[in-house]
């Protein structure tokens, strides 16, 4: 059965022996003393500074390599491991610029690993320098990368174990996710990314080490419709040497955008597909609120949006003193929003003009109102003579008089409907 290389190139002395030799950098810093920090008295036998090309990625494949040079320099000779250790040993070492500099350029260098979490577990923050601080930060991230990597490999192990069908996939979520307190999604998540990596070992790699975290990984080894995998895999390769620089959404792009450049017909055809599976959702949220959700073609969807935009601006146009609404711009698109289907329910005609089969409901009623129910949307409305209570806020993108819970027509200040060309105009 293939198993997956999920840590970075074995050297060759892990061929030899067929055991991975720990690095220097795993083993942590090597013990030191006050002088061997400050740096010796011969300049010739001065340590040099850890960086890309010195033991910390002996071993380790250009895709998978620590991106370095975003920590400072150190100017002298000051041996950033020296340092570390003295730090982890609670010497008191004072923290100068130079010092800083030289711990935060060491741990820049490090892959994630056991050892570069053995070097972290020891520092207390209070003693270390600002540099120092940061690297830190982005070494604790690449050790929750390692550790993502390697528990990938046990999950790929007991799917393994479990037989290669979907169904033991399924199965092996499952319990995965009631083993963590979790949901079965999580457990497919995880199983769906040790598959992953399996087939992207290059990936695999670079999360091991650090040089990706998880999302990346999963946004690389996820693979993109309208791509072979070929295809994928050489995108994949050729993202890899600035996937560290890129956010998430930059890289879904660019695999994106590979696609269209490769396969523009299998593009449209998912356009098609996406195109047809076009709806709308309702979801209640807390305080009496709800989220309206509509997934659409994309020029579809800016036509709503220039359409509210324009309606918010043209509101907001007729407020002569800004004190008189204060509404922000996105309160006024979200009125508006309201206002063309209000209006529409208060004609009591379709788009064509056609009378409705049967009457609708009334468009509102007073915010101030209990929260009612979910249910038809011909349940009796609350009205102004049953609830007098003013609203709290307008119903309007058009600012509502105050004490006029609604309006069974819409008024002059808020002409959103226009009759349509041809049939009969709403009287």
């Known amino acids: 059965m293939r198993r997956r290389r999920t840590g ?17 950098t795993e083993r942590g810093p090597r013990p030191c003393t006050a002088a061997a920090v400050q740096g010796p008295a ?20 250009p895709h998978a390599a620590v991106p370095v040079g975003a920590a400072p320099s150190p100017a002298g000779a000051v041996d950033g491991g020296a340092v570390l250790a003295a730090l982890a040993a609670g010497t008191g070492l004072a923290m100068g610029q130079e010092v800083d500099a030289a711990a935060a350029s060491t741990l820049e260098a490090m892959p994630g690993g056991p050892g ?42 007991l799917t393994d174990r479990r037989g290669r069908t979907d169904r033991a996939a399924t199965a092996a979520a499952a319990e995965i996710g009631v083993r963590l307190g979790s949901t079965a999604t999580v457990g497919s998540m995880k199983v769906n990314l040790a598959a992953a990596l399996d087939t992207f070992p290059e990936v695999a790699d670079a999360l091991t080490t650090g040089r990706l975290d998880t999302r990346k990984a999963t946004i690389l080894s996820t693979r993109e419709p309208g ?49 047809a599976a076009r709806h709308v959702t309702i979801t209640p949220a807390p305080d009496a609120m709800a989220v309206v959700t509509a997934y659409l073609r994309a020029d579809h969807a800016q036509t709503v949006k220039h359409s509210l935009d324009a309606l918010a601006h043209a509101a907001m146009a007729d407020v002569a003193d800004r004190a008189e609404d204060p509404r922000t711009m996105d309160q006024v698109r979200a009125d508006a ?39 038809s949307i011909t349940a009796p409305p609350t009205s102004a003579a049953t609830d007098p209570s003013p609203p709290t806020s307008p119903v309007s993108s058009r600012r509502t008089p105050p004490g006029v819970a609604c309006s069974p027509t819409p008024t002059a200040r808020s002409p959103i409907w226009a009759p349509p060309a041809t049939g009969p105009a709403p009287t």
């Open 116 to 157: 570069l979490a053995t070097v972290l577990a020891a520092l207390t923050p209070a003693g270390l320098g600002e540099a120092t601080v940061v690297e830190v930060i982005a070494g604790l991230e690449r050790v929750a990368s390692w550790a993502m990597s390697l528990q990938a490999r046990y999950v790929r192990e």
């Open 42 to 61: 011969a300049p010739e036998a001065a340590p040099a500074p850890v960086h890309a090309g010195t033991p910390s990625h002996v071993g380790v494949p």
């Open 337 to 375: 929003f309201v206002d063309l289907f209000s209006t529409v329910l208060d004609r009591g005609v379709d788009l064509a003009g056609h009378p409705w089969a049967t009457a609708p409901a009334t468009r509102c009623r007073s915010p101030s109102a209990p929260a009612r129910s979910w249910g």
């Open 8 to 24: 970075p190139a074995a050297s060759s002395a892990s061929r030899r022996t067929g055991r991975r030799q720990p690095s220097a």
């Open 227 to 275: 791509l072979s995998l070929d295809e994928h895999r050489r995108v994949t390769t050729a993202l890899l040497p600035e996937a560290h620089r890129l956010t998430g959404p930059q890289l879904r792009a660019r695999l994106r955008k590979a696609a269209l450049t490769l396969n523009p017909t299998a593009a449209a055809a998912r356009h098609e597909v996406e195109h």
